[in-house]
């Protein structure tokens, strides 16, 4: 395990171990030394800032190059005047990566001014070739660039610029490759995510995901496990179970497991007290993970379950594999087995070809399903998805128009939901003070909504007994309630 190095003891004399992650070790080991040696002169310590684009998966991976920036010794900061900048970044709609560019460009101004400044790019928009390609001709002061399936090799790569001066670019197209037990720097010091499983092997039509995160492949469960003890063992309460699909975990282990068997193992780790999970697949959600749900009180009452269109017909052209019918069948049958559980859902509008008739299709569903909150999304053509080759593309105008209708429809369903627990006593994790007034603290029920209610910073990280006393919409006010002798 990686807390019990020692970088000291680490023997530079001779060549880079082979073997991972001791290789990695090794290059910590150096960078540390040159870290030191710049902030000596410099005399100060030197800094590194991670912005992260995109979903929890890239959230955790950036966790990961911050456990290393920290291992070697820079310095955490949130200001991009930093000795180091990195962006994690995400592909999966338009402006995810119109927005790295235009921060890029200010980057390269400050860069100018900052000798010594190293900037780099990783995560899912540098899996895309022509990404890449103008990269390196328009953004030539960019000193790495990595991709989603070597950015374990992080290390190795950080030696690599702070010794010389050459840029490094390396992406992998592909990986089987899962690396345990490199550093981790976690947000937070109660809850973490875990991932559980890698890459994607649904190819829905509209997602680029399947093309940047590589092939399904999950992680031991007793890796998971062991992880989870140690998070638990480090002040863990809550853990965030994560994959693009986490219900077809498993299935290309040596020795096969379901997701709800793996759910059944985490929930018997002592100490925990909560376990969340996402993303799941409808079509590939089982009534064992449905049962499990059911009797196991560690796993939340909220589940994520996207939608992404209520019409069969353009289900179908997404190769999502499954029916309005049978999304609807599964939520009754959730419903039933669980019976106060909020669920939440991703949809979205103006996929190529479709009409009114289907868009009210969406609408329908969101009616009947009534989530507690949804993302909704406006279709992002993707070059080399399927989709982007259909014809039919909807034009921009039409899209809002749907767009804004189905917000306001999810909003106001969501308004009426989230009260469904005011004026009972409900356990809420603590997670901050609240930001708006800090004599507040601010945290979540089980099944995810916000709740802020009068306390102190000694609450954080604790499961506390509140009386929801009004909810305002997304969020409730509340007391604490303080146990009867
Ligand atoms: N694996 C998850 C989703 C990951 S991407 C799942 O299958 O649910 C998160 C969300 O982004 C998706 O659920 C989808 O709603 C949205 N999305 C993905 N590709 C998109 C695109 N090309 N345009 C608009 N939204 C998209
Ligand atoms: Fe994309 Fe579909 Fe995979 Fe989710 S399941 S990541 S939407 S291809
Ligand atoms: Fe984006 Fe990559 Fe996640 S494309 S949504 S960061 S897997």
């Known amino acids: ?18 073997q991972e992650p001791e290789r990695q070790y090794y290059f910590m080991a150096i960078a540390r030394e040159l870290v030191r040696r710049q902030s000596e002169k410099l005399g100060r310590p030197l800094t590194a800032c991670t912005t992260t684009f995109g979903c929890q998966m890239n959230a955790r991976d950036s966790e ?100 010389g001066e050459n840029r490094i670019v390396e992406i992998w197209e592909d990986t089987d490759k899962i690396v345990e ?23 829905c039509s ?40 986490v219900n077809s975990y498993g299935k290309n282990l040596e020795h096969p497991m379901t997701f709800a068997q793996l759910l059944r193992e985490v929930a018997k780790v002592e100490g925990l007290k909560r ?24 796993i939340c009452r909220h589940l994520h379950l996207p939608l992404q269109s209520g019409s069969s017909r353009i289900l179908k052209l997404m190769n999502r594999r499954y029916t309005k019918e049978q999304y609807l069948e599964l939520v009754d049958r959730i419903r039933k087995a669980v019976p106060d559980i909020s669920l939440t859902t991703d949809i979205i509008v103006g996929f190529p070809g479709e009409t009114e008739e289907d868009f009210q299709e969406t609408l329908d569903v969101v009616r009947r399903v009534r989530y507690d909150s949804a993302f909704t999304f406006q279709y992002s053509r993707r070059s080399g998805t399927p989709a982007a080759a259909l014809e039919n593309q909807i034009p921009h105008e039409e899209v809002q128009r749907h767009f804004d209708q189905l917000l306001a429809e999810v909003q106001q ?11 009972t006593v409900q356990e809420v994790l603590v997670e901050e003070i609240n930001e708006h007034d800090p004599s507040l603290v601010s945290g979540r029920l ?15 990280g604790t499961l506390q007994k509140v009386y929801l006393e009004e909810s305002k919409g997304f969020y409730y006010m509340g007391s604490l309630v303080t146990e009867e002798k």
């Open 413 to 423: 369903i969501a308004r009426e939901v989230c009260r469904r627990d005011e004026h």
């Open 1 to 18: 395990m990686y807390e019990n190095i020692d970088f000291d003891q680490i023997d530079l004399s001779g060549p880079a171990p082979e």
């Open 206 to 245: 509209y997602c680029i995901v399947p093309y940047v995160r590589g092939r399904e492949r999950s992680r031991k469960p007793e890796e998971i496990l062991a992880e989870v003890k140690r998070l638990v063992a480090d002040g863990v309460v809550e853990v965030m179970l994560l994959g693009q699909n």
């Open 446 to 460: 089980s099944n995810n909504t916000l709740v802020h209610f009068p306390g102190d910073a000694s609450m954080i």
């Open 275 to 298: 376990i969340r999970f996402m993303t799941s697949h409808p079509k590939d959600l089982s009534d064992e993970l449905i049962q499990v749900m059911a009797e196991e009180p560690k």
């Open 64 to 163: 990961k190059l911050e456990g290393i920036l920290e291992a070697v010794g820079y310095q955490k900061s949130d200001s991009e005047d930093a000795d180091f900048v990195i962006y994690n970044t995400c592909t999966v709609r338009e402006n995810a990566n119109l927005k790295v560019y235009g921060r890029l460009g200010q980057l390269g101004k400050r860069k100018k001014n900052h000798p010594g400044m190293k900037i780099a790019l990783c995560g899912c928009m540098m899996q895309e070739p022509h990404v890449v390609e103008k990269l390196k001709k328009s953004y030539p002061f960019v000193d790495l660039i990595f991709g989603t399936h070597n950015i374990f090799k992080f290390a190795e790569y950080l030696e690599e610029i702070l010794s």
């Open 181 to 203: 037990n490199l550093p981790v720097d976690r947000k937070y010091s109660f809850k973490s995510g875990v991932n559980i499983m890698f890459g994607c092997n649904n190819f």
